[in-house]
């Protein structure tokens, strides 16, 4: 199975001039080494990043003949394409402006917008209904890390996919294809808290099995971490077997650090 490394980079960089000086630094490096690597050309992980609204649009065509996807960070729950809904955008509307993928579900999103189990099981029918992949956040509070629920609230997180395919059956065959799963725990998003690789290997085991159950399909779905993945860890969690990736926020924001991840799931695949 490919890895995928995601760069979220949430409300940065701050300036059109600060997004194009990273996509330099990254498009830079990114073809140094595709040409240094020659004897592993199909080995190399996905990259995506997911830029903000505002960005969404310049990035994609950057990247366009590039070996990069863009994602958005979000879409809107009311419509796939267009309504009356000041500041949403749809996903018809991030398609429009480049982006393949978008980001749903992120912890950010439900705690701060308040997103419920019903409007995230839209925000998946809206995105595959314009043909864009989706990446499903999903992840503990540290209370309930501490209470031992992991596993029991990923399961209700995870239901949005089950109500989905209620409605939209066909899209089981093409599950493996259009879904990635990113497990975040909440206490180890931008908090240098990580658990360790034995506690996410078992939980993204735990995920593999309750979405083939879900879904009634034997094809194995892609699983990323996230939350405080970085240079000096990521090399841990690509040589577990269960680790599909990584989803990555603030060490995105620089090529060196966001291509150190990449590398260490590069050279799992070699």
Not at 155 to 169: E, F, N, R, S, T
Not at 191 to 213: R, Y
Request: contains cysteine; glycine residues 6%; negative net charge.
């Amino acid at each position: 199975m490919q890895a995928w490394v995601i760069g979220n980079w949430k409300q940065n960089p701050a300036t059109s001039h600060d997004v194009n000086v990273l996509l330099d630094d990254l498009l830079t490096a990114i073809n140094a080494e595709e040409q240094a690597d020659t004897e592993h050309p199909n080995s190399r992980c996905q990259l995506m990043v997911a830029p903000s609204y505002i960005h969404l649009a310049a990035v994609s065509t950057r990247l366009k003949n590039s070996s990069v996807l863009c994602a958005a960070q979000d879409i809107s729950s009311h419509s796939a394409s267009t309504g009356a809904y000041t500041g949403d955008c749809s996903a018809q509307q991030v398609a429009d402006a480049g982006a393949t993928w978008t980001i749903v579900g992120h912890s950010e999103r439900r705690q701060y917008h308040k997103e419920s189990h019903d409007s995230l099981v839209q925000k998946l029918s809206h995105a595959l209904a314009q043909n864009l992949g989706v990446v499903l956040c999903i992840g503990e509070t540290q209370t309930q890390y501490d209470d031992q629920q992991t596993l029991e609230v990923i399961d209700a997180q995870l239901a949005v996919i089950k109500d989905l395919l209620i409605q939209q059956p066909e899209l089981i065959s093409s599950l493996s294809e259009r879904f990635i799963i990113a497990y975040e725990p909440v206490w180890a998003i931008g908090t240098g808290k990580v658990p360790t690789v034995a506690e996410v290997s078992k939980t993204h085991q735990h995920i593999k099995q309750k979405v083939a159950g879900l879904a009634d399909t034997a094809e194995a779905i892609t699983v990323l971490y996230g939350g405080s993945v970085n240079a000096d860890n990521a090399e841990s969690f690509a040589a577990d077997a269960m680790i599909d990736g990584a989803l990555v926020g603030g060490a995105s924001l620089k090529a060196e650090s966001f291509l150190a991840i990449a590398n260490a799931f590069n050279r799992v695949n070699a």
